[in-house]
């Protein structure tokens, strides 16, 4: 197969830089590939151009290149060590390298103001790690059709390499004044390398390279995010275990209603993080489902490219079926951050109980000093200022969800300049659900209960007056009968200013004679919990089983993401 693809590449004049038809060796060059897109994923991991962490690396934790370029065919020594050379380090701006690829056609300079507004290098250059892997592979593919030869696609990979070490070590600085990270990359990569360079972007046009970069990041990121959800999530389960008996009163209308425990109120936010976490492993998996690298401008190419190579050697499941959505699709974004914006919203919720159960009227938790602050005037204070900011941005994201989709709503096939907006909304909206989860998390870890304010609480709302209309009901009451005479007692209670449990035996049976002793255990406050065995229930058998599943989904995601 590669041979007769070569071969037909050579008779059309496609093969660049001289290499005989036939000549490229695939189990020589995947190998070389394998390695750079190993260096690349390092490069992702060090976080040095962007806010993320992905996966199984703390945030702000370094990476240690040295003995990675050792241990790699194009380390410190060799090409690279050569190429560095060469360059001296210098930055691409000095070497005047900061022009626009498309240059040719015009005959005179673009307004600088221009210049500044078109540039996106300011939000772009956190692509870098994912704009070079997809280099790399769309130059192995080249090489294995013929299109351009092995030498040049080895320059290629170990420039783009030498490249992924000095923006790691620090050496090298990404140009502000580069139109956008794919043009930085290219400019850098041809000096270093010469001609091959230029030869990296034949086939393939910037707007399928972009669409691909940000597939790529937002994959990372989203993996990222959902590793943050997964530890939010056992936190959560294991304040609910220490707490599968601490009685407080749930709410409807924020009235006290039925006695519910403060591990149920707590799984109900663990089953909401559940489905977000499943929401962006849906996102995901579109978004991984279709490459689009080959689409070209919007109606691909005339070379003979394998876009099933590219796109399986980028982890993708397929090409995109069509060129014209391939470059124009922005649902994954807009899928994700829609993913982001219910995500926030259940933080948010959740942020208003906490601010609720903080309070002096409520007083359920007491929160640590550590993530709490002051008032410069009222020395009494202790705010839940990280609760508050969770609330106020969930906001903000609401915000980055409708920017695109409004950006993409009146737009034409195939590419529009409106999608450069893309990146800034959501890039803003996946650092504000990572700075809040990376927040909140430790908060609720160190969060302290005061179970006995929960249960002065529930004591005083009548919220056992649903099992006491319960119990004369099973004593043969019809249901409408016992609510109204219930209804009644409770507001007798109130006008005397006491509870039902406080009520004696004779005062019961004055409401009705199949009131027996057997009364004051079916409205016990831990017992009416208990009595509550239906599945999803606030029983301590209930909740530890809510906790089991919690668990095993994270067990699950954990094994499929290790």
Not at 109 to 122: G, H, K, Q, T
Not at 317 to 329: E, F
Not at 524 to 530: A, G, R, S, T
Request: overall charge negative; aromatic content about 8%.
């Amino acid at each position: 197969m590669f041979s007769t693809l070569s071969q037909r590449s050579s008779k059309t004049g496609i093969v660049a830089g001289g290499t005989a038809a036939g000549a490229f060796s695939p189990a020589a060059a995947l190998p070389f590939l394998a390695v750079f897109i190993y260096k690349i994923n390092i490069l992702a991991l060090s976080g040095r151009f962007a806010s993320s962490s992905p996966k199984g690396r703390a945030s702000g934790e370094t990476v240690n290149f040295v003995w990675i370029a050792k241990a790699s065919p194009f380390g410190r020594g060799g090409i690279a060590q050569a190429m560095t050379e060469r360059v001296s380090r210098l930055s691409v701006k000095e070497k005047n390298m900061a022009e626009q690829l498309w240059k040719g056609r015009f005959s005179k300079a673009v307004d600088s103001r221009v210049n500044d507004f078109n540039s996106s290098i300011r939000f772009d250059q956190r692509m870098i790690a994912q704009d070079m892997r997809g280099s790399g592979v769309h130059a192995a593919m080249l090489a294995k059709q013929g299109i351009i030869s092995e030498k040049d696609c080895e320059d290629i990979l170990s420039g783009l390499a030498s490249i992924a070490d000095d923006l790691a070590s620090g050496a090298l600085e990404i140009d502000p004044n580069a139109e956008d990270v794919h043009t930085f990359v290219e400019q850098t990569l041809t000096a270093r390398i010469g001609d091959a360079g230029k030869r990296l972007h034949t086939g393939r046009s910037r707007n399928d390279q972009v669409a691909l970069d940000i597939r790529l990041t937002l994959r990372d990121y989203s993996h990222t995010l959902q590793a943050y959800i997964v530890e939010l999530i056992k936190v959560i389960c294991s304040k609910a275990a220490e707490n599968t008996t601490a009685v407080m009163p749930g709410y409807t209308h924020l009235q006290r209603a039925q006695p519910i425990t403060f591990g149920h109120a707590l799984m109900a936010y663990a089953s909401m993080l559940l489905r977000d976490l499943q929401r962006f492993e849906d996102a995901t998996a579109r978004m991984d489902a279709q490459c689009p690298l080959g689409s070209g401008a919007l109606a691909g190419t005339t070379y003979p490219l394998d876009r099933q190579f590219t796109a399986e050697k980028l982890g993708f499941a397929a090409p995109c079926a069509n060129s014209l959505d391939g470059v124009s699709d922005r649902d994954f974004c807009i899928e994700l951050a829609n993913a982001i914006s219910i995500c926030m919203m259940h933080l948010s919720r959740l942020s208003e109980e906490i601010i609720l159960w903080c309070s002096w009227e409520f007083k359920f938790i007491e929160l640590d000093d550590a993530f709490t602050t002051g008032s410069s005037i009222m020395p009494q204070k202790k705010n839940p200022d990280v609760t508050e900011l969770i609330r106020g941005k969930t906001g903000r994201v609401y915000g980055d969800l409708n920017t695109l989709l409004v950006m993409m709503k009146g737009i034409p096939l195939a590419y529009n300049k409106d999608m450069q907006e893309d990146k800034e909304a959501i890039f803003d909206a996946v650092d504000t659900l990572e700075l809040c989860l990376k927040t909140v998390t430790p908060m609720l870890d160190t969060m302290k209960t005061l179970p006995a304010n929960m249960r002065r609480a529930a004591a005083k709302g009548f919220i056992n007056a649903t099992d006491c209309a319960d119990y004369l009901t099973k004593k043969g009451m019809p249901f409408r009968d016992a609510y109204k005479l219930t209804g009644c007692m409770v507001s007798d209670c109130i006008a005397k200013d006491k509870t039902l449990e406080e009520l004696t035996l004779d005062e019961f049976k004055g409401y009705s004679a199949l009131f027996e002793n057997d009364i004051y255990d079916a409205i016990d406050l831990i017992k009416c919990c208990e009595g509550r065995t239906s599945y999803g229930g606030p029983s301590e058998a209930s909740v530890n089983n809510q906790i089991r599943l919690a668990m095993d989904q994270l067990a699950a995601w954990e094994a499929n993401n290790a």
